[in-house]
């Protein structure tokens, strides 16, 4: 879906989708400057990450397998509490592995620093994590993202993957919603 199609609901773009497709672009040829040769697996997180690891796996110079991971945290209203479910673990056994978390956006990042620690825990080689959004808050917590598309502001956005009540994940943009959306 092009924003063209969001009609009222869109108040602006804050990333196009051929801004994500350049600096994912960037991002790979790093990341596999990192990887090659190693064990990589990539971890995506669902259903967010679906997007991004859909256009970074495929801006890699090579081949990589993927997996998946999806979570719920708990939290009152919109603050994610730090604490975390896993509603669907990985399928693959990550011992020795080199493990790239793809994420599509860190807030708080207490969601992702639980996820990290967990998979920590299964004795991989390295956990690092990729995320295409961050937002200020991020900086507040102790978690080391190695891999940052964009800085963004601390406005609620979708598409790309990010969802409002599951709608826009398919919005080829990354924007905020106009107020009347919310109500
Ligand atoms: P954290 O634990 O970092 O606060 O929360 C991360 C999760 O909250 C993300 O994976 C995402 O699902 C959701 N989230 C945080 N900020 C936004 C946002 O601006 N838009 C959307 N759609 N989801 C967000
Ligand atoms: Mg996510
Ligand atoms: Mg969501």
Redesign the pocket.
């Known amino acids: 879906m092009d924003a063209a199609h969001m009609g009222a609901d869109l108040e602006k773009v804050l990333i196009t989708e051929d801004e994500i497709r350049a600096r994912l672009q960037e991002l790979a040829a790093e990341i596999w400057a990192e990887y090659d040769g190693k064990d990589l697996l990539l971890v995506g997180?669902l259903k967010?990450a679906v997007m991004v690891m859909a256009d970074l796996s495929r801006a890699l110079p090579g081949t990589a397998p993927m997996d998946w991971m999806a979570v719920s945290?708990y939290g009152s209203g919109t603050?994610?509490s730090?604490v975390v479910r896993i509603l669907k673990d990985l399928d693959t056994d990550i011992t020795g592995k080199h493990v790239l978390i793809v994420?599509?956006?860190?807030?708080?990042?207490?969601?992702?620093s639980w996820i990290k620690s967990n998979l920590e825990s299964r004795n991989p080689a390295s956990v690092e994590i990729c995320t295409l959004?961050r937002?200020p808050?991020?900086a507040k917590v102790e978690i080391d993202v190695k891999w940052v598309g964009f800085d963004i502001p601390n406005?609620?956005?979708?598409g790309y993957g990010?969802?409002?009540a599951e709608q826009y994940r398919n919005l080829r943009d990354v924007g905020t919603l106009a107020p009347h959306v919310y109500s």
């Open positions: 997180v967010g945290s603050k994610s730090g994420e599509d956006i860190v807030d708080s990042g207490l969601t992702l959004l937002k808050e991020a406005e609620f956005v979708v990010l969802d409002y």
